[in-house]
């Protein structure tokens, strides 16, 4: 990053990201170039390849920006991300609106390609871009945003180790070690005192309320009593520094909490009482519930939402599409939906299921653990709690076979016609189908890997009940979803014997 954004950063991080996390610590010019001075001396080499102004197309850039996934996390304009912390006024990741005055295109091209060969910690995915594709998003971010111009007294002052002692010193009192990993900082401890009993303490006696009534800062937000533990703790997490005077010093970052924001902390602060209820009052999780809490959180935490939409919720990413059919897929259902080995493989290492769609699952490197985690949240989510599905293709005959191919339908064969002409809208390999891609489906000859033979029986019995919107037609099964009442289509008879078949071939069917 270049040195003049790092020291402007550290004294007002919401100047460059006005819904960032990061608070404001209120630092000086001064003591923000202290601190930079300290990372910059402290800070681990790193060797980029290549060189500065990669060579990209800006405008291809901003098409992949807006079509491969990018803004399931990032915002950029008035365009906004979700994630769960968009409800409130944060962004999850940075925007990018600004990006070229912290860095140069040549850092950017490099993280593109391979996150966490910066950061192995990162979140950031990888979306197995190629050389192109990353010089033109590239070149389209090094528009985003100008460096300010280069400081040689600045730079100059970073290399002054007595001002980076200062730094360290500042580093230290304010705990910013507490969030960040700094060097040098390894084995600090936390400097803020302990909320393990905070919703207890006494107002008059343990709550220091400062001048701040004279000053006329303070508010009563809560009854018309001025002095109590809520407006005391509603108005330091308003204004941290409310109650600092020359007796009691304060430290506490801003973090420009909304009221409502503040009164939900408040909610939680008062539930801190030091106390655990006994066993018999607290609500044990079963399995499958423990599975849900475990994968949600990771869900969240990888923001998966923000494409996906996930038990009902997510699917940020889908305002931007004109055509639902060609965003990313909603996985609500999945665990009923795709076998456990299947999901486990394929969010450990992602294939193509939709080659057509501008839109990629990205690489996120999880570790067994974490991808088992998931398999077991939608299966824990699911109706189906098997997780496995087995079957035996042995015991499907030639003539189930035969049937379930005609049925499927195969252009050129005499029963073409008298088909469902699935091929019409699935591809098969590489042979796509003719029309808009708004309208096609997945391989269909990926099923035997991926699908459970139960839900493909019920897909075919009712698309729409799975899907509500889906283009998949009704075949077998009228229903009337006022009335309740189904009836069997003019098209087919013995309809189940018909889905059998078709689950069959499916099932049994060769890439």
């Not at 460059?16 to 630092?27: A, G, H, N």
């Not at 930079?36 to 681990?44: C, G, P, R, V």
């Not at 912390?85 to 593109?112: C, E, H, Q």
């Not at 997490?237 to 420009?256: H, N, T």
């Amino acid at each position: 990053m270049y040195p003049e954004w790092l020291v402007a950063w550290i004294e007002n991080p919401k100047a460059y990201l006005p819904k960032t996390r990061m608070p404001v610590y209120r630092f000086s010019t001064e003591e923000s170039t202290a601190i930079a001075a300290y990372l910059w001396q402290n800070s681990e080499p790193y060797e980029l390849p290549g060189e500065d102004g990669v060579a990209g197309t800006a405008e291809k850039g901003k098409a992949l920006v807006e079509s491969v996934g990018c803004m399931g996390c990032h915002s950029l304009g008035s365009r906004h991300a979700g994630g769960y912390l968009a409800p409130m006024g944060y962004d999850l990741v940075p925007k990018l609106d600004r990006i070229a005055s912290k860095t140069s295109s040549r850092w950017i091209f490099n993280w593109l390609k391979n996150p966490k060969g910066f950061r192995p910690t990162t979140k950031m995915p990888s979306l197995r871009l190629s050389e192109e594709e990353a010089a033109d998003i590239t070149a389209y971010l090094a528009t985003l945003g100008t460096p300010k111009p280069p400081d040689p007294k600045l730079r100059e002052m970073l290399a002054d180790e007595e001002l980076a002692k200062r730094g360290r010193k500042l580093i230290f009192d304010y705990g910013c070690y507490s969030c960040h990993e700094i060097k040098g900082f390894e084995e600090a401890s936390r400097i803020a005192p302990p909320l393990t009993e905070f919703g207890v303490k006494d107002p008059k006696v343990e709550l220091y309320f400062g001048d701040s009534l004279v000053k006329g800062t303070y508010r009563v937000e809560f009854g018309s009593e001025a002095e109590t533990w809520e407006n005391w703790t509603f108005n330091k997490l308003k204004d941290p520094r409310i109650y600092a005077d020359e007796v009691a010093e304060s430290k506490m970052p801003d973090f420009g909490l909304s009221d409502e924001n503040a009164r939900a902390l408040l909610v939680l602060l008062r539930s801190f009482t030091g106390k655990i209820a006994p066993e018999q009052y607290r609500r044990g999780l079963s399995g499958d519930e423990a599975a849900v809490e475990v994968g949600k959180n990771l869900v969240r935490t990888l923001n998966c939402i923000g494409c996906h939409v996930i038990d009902g919720r997510g699917g940020d990413i889908r305002k931007h599409y004109t055509d639902l059919a060609m965003a990313p897929p909603v996985l609500t259902g999945e665990g009923d939906k795709v076998q456990a080995g299947w999901l486990f493989r394929f969010v450990k290492k992602p294939i193509t299921l939709r080659p057509w769609l501008k839109v990629r699952m990205p690489t996120f490197d999880l570790s067994d653990a974490e991808a088992t985690a998931i398999a077991q949240y939608f299966n824990a989510l699911s109706s189906d709690k098997i997780p496995f599905a087995f079957f035996d293709t042995e015991k499907v005959s030639d003539a189930q076979k035969a049937q379930g191919a005609k049925l499927f339908g195969e252009k050129g064969s005499a029963d073409y016609e008298q088909s469902l002409k699935c091929d019409s809208c699935h591809p098969r390999g590489s042979e796509l189908p003719e029309g808009d891609p708004a309208n096609w489906g997945p391989d269909l000859a990926l099923a035997r890997e991926r699908l459970k033979p139960r839900w493909i029986e019920h897909w075919l019995r009712n698309p729409q009940e799975l899907q509500p919107g889906t283009r998949m037609p009704n075949f077998f099964y009228d229903y009337d979803y006022y009335d309740g009442k189904v009836e069997v289509t003019e098209l087919m008879e013995e309809p189940e014997a018909k889905i059998a078949a078709l689950r069959d071939y499916l099932m049994t069917m060769e890439r």
